[in-house]
């Protein structure tokens, strides 16, 4: 019993409280006590009294001893409950008891609550101690099995007979065979059979040493049908009741022997691999004479061995190199740090080799005894180390061309796009039209020039021939995924039919694979890429705004990413050589470099767009060749113009450039064009403009809302407005982005006048 006894006291007279309480006094039972009359009360103090007995009257006038007894099991269940009164039936008292009750006291015999406290309390505290105990035995044998149902050794135990009577889940991981598939039948079926007599030997000397453990190797079958070396320990347990088997605990030491058993063949060839080896091994004498050589040396040299060995080894190293040689046996002799030195090595033709050596000492008893080092001929590697070196300084020059011939063609392209709308502008007779013409062909022939300085880095001979870019993505697709990875998903949309091109078919591929790993490191932690084919016709006017492109039939071969997207700055680089983003060590920056002079020396151009965290689209136009008598026979005719609206168009465009290019064109086709940054700019005219909106034309990538977000907005303010959605990304990179539902209204940039004059025409007529 506790020193201190927390009594709560359900009881509604004082005064019988009071004599409760002296009675529990005289029992030398002490401690602080509560009285409550009401339900409320007795909760309340059944949470914040925390009483270790409950004395409770068996009436009171709202609550009563079964009430009290009822919510005592439900939230203090450890709590004992006596039942006090005046009177009582003996089949009342026996309910209560029945109930949950530890005892009752009626009040005319109080000398029995004394007792009655005590006596709960005394079976309390047995209770508690006896669910300990339980607990404790429960972890134990928790802890037992996971011992050996977990351990690294299997545990089994076996009958005189050799028959298996149990073995641990553990064996399954040894041998193969679930405890089922071995309990009940005879253990040394598994065993191999040269190792049966060994067996039956073992196990008759373990049962004439009863108590006595006894090692044993052998070998049992795994039930994939290979042989596990097992060392057994077991002791006969026979006359133990509780045991009453031979206790074998098993250990696999396959992996144990088998590197034994490399050691001792390694061992055995340590003296081939030295005879053998292509770098010079040596042994030195504490004076620095050469004690041995192996044939390396000859091969390397020209030299014998004999005509070296007992001579001073500097005589074999060149003279201005020779402090480097002393400087790494120095440091070997005093036993400091020895990174390995290189220095050349005199040859029987007169000449030199460069050498790699490091070295240890030789000691014996603490004492060195002598040097033994190899050396490696690294003649080779130098020479190359030589010629990066002059790549390195070859990659400042390239860089510092690459960088003039972007400044001078982001002016070029100005003054490109500014001719070009003079031309549209100017009519076929104006005087000023030669003027401008003049100014484009003086822009075109400067650009040739900048495109001359750029392509010194990607001179390649091509062999072409006509081929089907359908089959070539085909062919390389299985090469792909294994190339991606698991963590990159590798889609396909190829056109059903596409025309043929006329391109190197291994440079090619190489462009292919050039992007695709490019894509991959772009997707550090996974993604989609998508390879997509179509034809495609652009026109003069499409070329005159998307330089180098030029008009005419082509094959698009697009491969998307969802990676990481490329800022303005490195797509302003991506294709001068030696520019890469990669750590050092992971790229040479030559990838896109010589992925654009593969297209343009294939005839074609390619168009990038890309976006930081929206991932990037390499699209590769290649010219689509056919029959010269095809071609004569069946020209082909150019598509009509697009006809021309009245309605009113909501253009929303981030990019100054596009936007004004869109306004313009729709304009000129009869539209009245409504223009917008961005999508809360958009919101703000949509709300304000007193007219109809028929048409939203918005970017899919923009900062802040996107298009199929201002889209969702804009359906609440203008129901009736169509919308035609614009972005870089081709079609499926859209929707893998999950801004697009597939079959939404949809137009590729870069696009011709003509096409997005086309698009909205369609989309309005629907």
């Known amino acids: 019993m506790p020193d201190l006894v927390r009594v709560l006291m359900v009881e509604d007279v004082a005064d019988d409280a009071a004599l409760v309480e002296r009675e529990l006094r005289r029992a030398g039972i002490t401690g602080p006590t509560r009285r409550v009359d009401s339900e409320r009360a007795y909760r309340e103090a059944l949470r914040a ?89 429960r972890q134990g044998e928790e802890r037992f099995r996971a011992l050996i149902e977990h351990g690294a050794d299997a545990v089994a135990l ?7 009577l149990f073995a641990s889940h553990s064996i399954e991981r040894l041998l193969g065979f679930a405890p089922v598939e071995l309990v009940g039948h005879p253990g040394f079926e598994q065993v191999h059979p040269d190792d049966l007599l060994r067996v039956h030997a073992a196990l008759h000397d ?72 292509r770098d010079i091994i040596f042994a030195l004498s504490r004076e620095g004479t050469i004690a041995s050589l192996n044939p390396a040396f000859e091969t390397i040299t020209g030299w014998r061995r004999e005509e070296w060995v007992h001579q001073p080894f500097e005589r074999l190293v060149h003279p201005e190199d020779l402090p480097l040689a002393l400087e790494l046996l120095g440091r070997v002799v005093r036993g400091e740090l020895r990174p390995a030195s290189q220095f050349r090595v005199r040859t029987a033709k007169g000449d030199y080799r460069v050498g790699e050596f490091s070295a240890t000492p030789q000691l014996h008893e603490g004492r060195l005894v002598g040097i033994l080092g190899i050396g490696r001929d690294v003649t080779e590697r130098v020479q190359l180390e030589q010629q990066l070196r002059q790549a390195q300084k070859m990659e400042a020059v390239g860089r510092l061309a690459g960088g003039i011939a972007h400044d001078f063609n982001n002016i070029l392209t100005a003054i490109t796009g500014y001719a070009d709308l003079l031309l549209e502008d100017l009519g076929a007779t104006d ?46 697709e299985k090469m792909l995924r294994r190339l991606l990875g698991e963590d990159v998903a590798l889609t396909t949309r190829l056109a059903p039919t596409t025309g043929r091109v006329k391109a190197d078919p291994g440079q090619l591929e190489q462009v292919v694979m050039n992007l695709a790993v490019n894509a991959r490191d772009a997707m550090p932690n996974g993604g989609k890429l998508t390879l997509e084919t179509g034809n495609m016709d652009l026109d003069e006017s499409y070329a005159a705004n998307h330089y180098p492109a030029r008009a005419g039939p082509f094959v698009m071969l697009a491969v998307s990413d969802t990676g990481i997207g490329m800022s303005e700055e490195t797509q302003a680089h991506m294709f001068e050589p030696f520019f890469t983003t990669k750590e050092k060590g992971k790229g040479t920056g030559l990838g896109l470099a010589t992925v654009y002079g593969i297209i343009k020396q294939s005839g074609g151009f390619i168009w990038v767009y890309s976006e930081v965290g929206r991932g990037t689209t390499f699209k590769l136009y290649l010219p689509r060749v056919q029959e010269l008598a095809e071609r004569a026979s069946e020209p082909a005719q150019a598509p009509p113009r697009p006809a021309r609206g009245t309605e009113t168009v909501l253009v929303v465009e981030d990019e100054a450039p596009v936007r004004s290019i869109a306004r313009q064109v729709l304009e000129r086709h009869g539209y009245t064009v409504l223009e917008a940054p961005s999508a809360e700019v958009a919101l703000d005219l949509a709300t304000r403009y007193s007219g ?31 919308v035609i959605f614009m972005s870089g990304y081709t079609d499926d990179a859209v929707t893998w982005h999950s801004v697009l539902e597939p079959g939404s209204a949809y137009v590729q940039k870069p696009f011709t006048p003509d096409a997005i004059a086309r698009r909205v025409r369609e989309v309005l007529d629907r």
């Not at 034309?697 to 169509?722: C, F, I, W």
């Open 49 to 137: 009294f925390a009483p270790d007995v409950i004395l409770t009257d068996h009436s009171l006038p709202t609550f009563g001893a079964a009430d009290a007894l009822r919510i005592a099991l439900f939230e203090v269940p450890d709590t004992p409950v006596i039942v006090v009164t005046g009177s009582l039936d003996e089949e009342t008292a026996a309910e209560y008891i029945k109930a949950g009750a530890a005892d009752y006291v009626v009040k005319h015999h109080l000398e029995r609550v004394g007792p009655a406290v005590v006596r709960a309390l005394d079976l309390r505290r047995a209770r508690t101690e006896q669910a300990r105990a339980e607990e404790a035995r």
């Open 158 to 164: 076996v009958a005189p007979d050799g028959t298996l």
């Open 206 to 277: 373990i049962m004439a040493s009863p108590g006595t453990p006894a090692g044993l190797e052998l070998r049992w079958r795994h039930k994939d049908g290979s042989w596990r070396h097992i060392d057994a320990v077991a002791v006969d347990r026979l006359a133990e009741p509780a045991v009453g088997a031979i206790v074998v605990n098993f250990r696999d030491v396959t992996e144990r022997r088998l590197a034994e058993a490399a050691l001792r063949e390694s061992e055995e060839r340590y003296r081939t691999l030295v005879e053998g080896v």
């Open 431 to 476: 005087p000023r039209r030669q003027d401008a013409d003049e100014i484009h062909k003086a822009a075109d022939r400067a650009a040739g020039l900048t495109r001359q300085l750029l392509a010194f880095s990607r001179q390649q001979v091509l062999q072409p021939t006509v081929l089907e870019v359908n089959k070539l993505v085909s062919d390389l």
């Open 692 to 722: 109809t909106i028929h048409l939203l034309l918005t970017d899919v990538v923009m900062p802040g809302l996107n298009g199929r977000e201002l889209a969702t907005k804009l359906a609440s303010l203008r129901p009736d407005a169509r």
